[in-house]
């Protein structure tokens, strides 16, 4: 069982920086993938980064590709999502989940392969 809590939302400025933090407690992130979803009001959860703890293989939303920056520190057993250039768009609700995958899988965006999620942390990017 793992258990999620991210941290790090708030208000910013169009064009300003924020970086969003996923503890991990009840086991470490080794062998599970980890990913960064997000849910803006009236819309669907889209993913938006994910990384293989072990493999180091990762993958972006094309929305975000040169902007945001997923990485985790083993030590802290805690993920990373580094987030710059933001806009208006970039407004809602940030999770991270987790699922069990080998060394050399990447697991995709769809929502309901993950096993794992937090409470979600908003971020909100005034225009």
């Known amino acids: 069982q793992v258990q999620l809590v991210e941290s790090g939302g708030g208000l910013v400025q169009a064009g300003g920086s924020l970086r969003l933090s996923c503890a991990a407690s009840?086991?470490?992130?080794?062998?599970?993938?980890v990913a960064w979803f997000r849910q803006a009001p009236g819309k669907e959860r889209e993913g938006v980064a994910v990384?293989?703890?072990?493999?180091?293989?990762?993958r972006y939303a094309d929305s975000v590709k040169g902007r945001f920056t997923i990485s985790g520190d083993n030590a802290k057993n805690t993920l990373y999502l580094q987030m710059n250039s933001l806009n208006a768009e970039d407004t809602a609700v940030y999770y991270c989940?987790?699922?069990?995958?080998?060394?050399?899988?990447?697991?995709?965006?769809?929502?309901?392969?993950?096993?794992?999620w937090g409470q979600g942390t908003q971020v909100t990017v005034s225009s």
């Open positions: 989940a987790a699922i069990m995958a080998s060394r050399f899988n990447l697991p995709g965006f769809r929502s309901e392969a993950y096993s794992y």
């Open positions: 990384i293989n703890w072990s493999g180091g293989i990762l």
């Open positions: 009840g086991r470490t992130f080794s062998g599970y993938a």
